[in-house]
């Protein structure tokens, strides 16, 4: 059973909080500094609008929890209702920014489906929530996100802890093969050159037969990191050299799609 390090009394905003990570065989986990992962660390943006409230998970790109987006989406979604709870995967790992230092496959999106469902089944449980838990995650967090809501065929068979999903630019290959576990919005650019959009349409025409809703939202002339307010830059990516550009029409319809979509299966 899981149980806070720290106990949360109102839901104050910014506050850190360490979640046990819980031991089920069924996942695997990269393991950290110091051996395997016993908890990581979170940080809560109270709802704004309720008591009690839905919960989202925030995880972080390959730049880990100092990037942009991952700050600006907590208050964000705390602004409209919903308790954001941002999770730190680099920190208990000793890794700082893994694409930046050559490190990409040094924590697989895979490796982290047992903190998330770990945070995930926290958060139900504590007093300010309402026992729905969503998770949004940005490139290779969009990636984590894409493993944590599906299931592999040589998988054990398992539920998940999240009621919802969205992912934001993730690179869609590898997964037609997984069943989808619960609803999932996926937003991506048409220009995107580090995880092309075409991925996730052909992805669409998998996950779009499940029981579960799934869509691919893509949007014009918008870039990977398009949600990024300020973001015009090259960076260096597994092709060679990838474009990062805010695209301000782009993020205000994918913003409201997330909200809506949140609002639906979360409330």
Known sequence: MLATIFTLIGCASKEQIIVPVSSEPNFGSFPGKHGAISSVPVHITASKNAEKS?????????????GASYRD???FLADKGITAIQVDLFEERGLTNICADGLEISLTTRSSVRDLESIAQWAKRQSWSNGKVGVIGFSLGAQSVLSAVSLGISDPVRMSNFSAA??????????????LLVPLQVH???E????????CEVLATFWGQSTEPFSVSLY???????DQFG????????RGQCTGRYNANADLEARAKTVDFFQRYLD
């Open 166 to 179: 969205v992912a934001f630019y993730p690179d869609c290959r590898h997964y037609a093969s997984r069943r």
């Open 73 to 75: 989406w907590a208050d």
């Open 231 to 238: 973001l015009n830059s090259k960076f260096r990516c597994p």
């Open 54 to 66: 839905a919960s989202v998970v925030i995880v972080h790109g390959c730049n880990g929890p100092n």
């Open 220 to 226: 014009d002339d918008a870039h990977h990191g398009f």
């Open 188 to 190: 991506i650019g048409k």
């Open 192 to 199: 995107d050159d580090w995880t092309p959009a075409e991925q």
